[in-house]
C-alpha cells in the first residue's frame, strides 16, 4: 500500500514540475486568466491550468502499481479508467479551448456516473425511501438518484476551487478519511483507489500550494470530485454498515456550497445556476481576511500568501465535519446532527462576511497584523 501511495505521489510530482518547468512553451494554450479577468478569479498571475493532467497520471501510476502487486485486478483497473475518461477529457477540453460549457461537463458527470453504475455496480437508493422497496419506480428512483449524486457532487468540486491549495488540501483531507473507512471495512479495492488518488492529488499540492505556480484546472477538479464520489457511493452501496450520514458528513462542505450556490444566484439574484461569480465563502473569506494579512499591491508574493492564507481558513472549517464524521462515524444520530450543525454554521459564516460584519473570533487575525489597533478592531463598535 505504502509503494502505491509513493509511485502516485512520485509520479504526480515529477509530471507537475516538467508542466512547470516548461510553461513557456504551452502557456499560450493552458493558462488561466489573472485576477480581474473573471469574477471568480482571485489570484494575481498567468498560471498553467493543466495539473489535472499529473493527477490523472498519478492515479493512473497508482492503480498501475496496485494491479502489478496483484493488490488490483487488470479488469478494475480499466472499469476505473473507463469511468473517470468523460469527466477527465471534458475537463481539459475546456482547460485548453475555454469553450466547453458547464452543462457540457455536467453532462460528461453524469454520463461518468452512468458508466460507473454499470460497470462497477454502484447504486444507492435515496434516503428516507426504505417503504418504497418493491415498488415498480424504485429501482428507476434508485438510478436517478445515484446519477444525481455523483454528478452533483463532481460537479460540486469544481465550483469549490479556486484558492491556492483550496482542492487540493480538502481532497487529500477527504480521501484520507476515505481510505480510513475503507482499510477499516476490508475494501482493498477503495482503498487502493483512495491512496491512488491521494498521492496524485498530493504530488500536484506541491506546486499549487503555498505560491500557486500550477491550477488543476476543469479536469483536475472534476477528476478528484468524480472519484471521491463514485468511492462514496460503491462504500454505501457494498457495505451497509457503513452510514450514508457518515458520507454526507464528510461531503458537507461541498454539498453546502453547490446548494448554496444554487440558492442564492437562482433565488434571490435570479441569475441562471450557473453563472460564474466571486461570491463563494472562499472568495469572501479572501476578501475580508486573508487580504489583510499582506496587504501590498504591489508584490507578488504578498497576495499569493493572501490567497494561502485564505485556504488554510477553509481548511479548519473542512475539519469540523470531517472529525465528526469519524469520531462518530457508527453513530447515525450525531453525524446527523453534525451534518445540520455545519450547515447552519455555514450559512451563518457567510451572511456575516457578505454583509461585512466579520464575525469576532476572525477579527483576532486582523489583530495580529495590525496589533496597534487591536483594540478598535475588536470593539462591537468598530467591526465590519
Not at 475537463?91 to 461518468?112: H, N, P, Q, S, Y
Request: charged share 15%.
Amino acid at each position: 500500500m505504502i509503494t502505491v501511495l509513493f509511485i502516485s505521489l512520485l509520479s504526480s510530482a515529477v509530471s507537475a514540475f516538467f508542466i512547470v518547468r516548461f510553461s513557456h512553451l504551452h502557456l499560450h494554450v493552458t493558462s488561466d486568466t489573472a485576477f480581474g479577468e473573471g469574477p471568480q478569479k482571485i489570484h494575481h498571475e498567468i498560471t498553467p491550468r493543466i495539473g489535472g493532467v499529473a493527477i490523472a497520471i498519478g492515479l493512473i501510476a497508482g492503480l498501475l502499481a496496485a494491479v502489478q502487486t496483484d493488490v488490483l485486478s487488470g479488469k478494475k483497473f480499466q472499469m476505473w479508467i473507463l469511468c473517470v475518461t468523460p469527466v477527465f477529457f471534458a475537463g481539459l477540453a475546456e482547460d485548453i479551448t475555454k469553450k466547453v460549457g458547464a452543462r457540457w461537463r455536467l453532462g460528461a458527470a453524469f454520463g461518468a456516473a452512468l458508466l460507473a453504475l454499470i460497470l462497477l455496480d454502484g447504486e444507492v437508493p435515496p434516503l428516507g425511501t426504505a417503504a418504497f422497496i418493491g415498488q415498480p419506480f424504485y429501482p428507476a428512483l434508485c438510478v436517478a438518484f445515484t446519477l444525481f449524486a455523483v454528478g452533483g457532487v463532481t460537479h460540486a468540486f469544481n465550483i469549490m476551487d479556486g484558492l491556492h491549495g483550496l482542492l487540493g488540501g480538502m481532497s487529500i483531507l477527504t480521501l484520507a478519511a476515505l481510505a480510513w473507512m475503507s482499510d477499516r471495512i476490508g475494501d482493498s479495492e477503495l482503498f487502493i483507489a483512495c491512496l491512488s488518488l491521494l498521492g496524485g492529488v498530493f504530488g500536484f499540492l506541491i506546486f499549487n500550494f503555498p505560491f500557486g505556480k500550477l491550477f488543476a484546472g476543469d479536469a483536475g477538479a472534476y477528476l478528484i470530485g468524480f472519484v471521491i464520489a463514485e468511492i462514496s457511493v460503491l462504500l454505501s452501496a457494498r457495505h451497509p454498515e457503513v452510514s450514508p450520514w457518515f458520507i454526507l458528513l464528510l461531503l458537507a462542505y461541498p454539498v453546502t456550497e453547490v446548494l448554496f450556490s444554487i440558492y442564492r444566484r437562482s433565488f434571490l439574484k435570479q441569475q441562471p445556476a450557473g453563472k460564474p461569480d466571486g461570491l463563494h465563502l472562499h472568495s469572501l473569506l479572501y476578501k475580508r481576511i486573508g487580504i489583510w494579512i499582506w496587504d501590498d499591491d504591489t508584490n507578488v508574493l504578498a497576495k499569493a500568501l493572501s490567497n494561502s492564507f485564505a485556504t488554510v481558513l477553509v481548511w479548519v472549517l473542512m475539519l469540523l465535519p470531517l472529525g465528526m464524521a469519524v469520531l462518530f462515524c457508527d453513530r447515525p444520530p450525531l453525524l446527523i446532527c453534525g451534518c445540520i450543525g455545519f450547515m447552519l454554521c455555514y450559512v451563518s459564516l457567510y451572511w456575516g462576511l457578505v454583509r461585512f460584519k466579520t464575525p469576532r473570533w476572525l477579527l483576532w487575525i486582523k489583530a495580529v497584523r495590525y496589533h496597534k489597533n487591536a483594540k478598535r478592531l475588536l470593539d462591537p463598535a468598530c467591526r465590519e
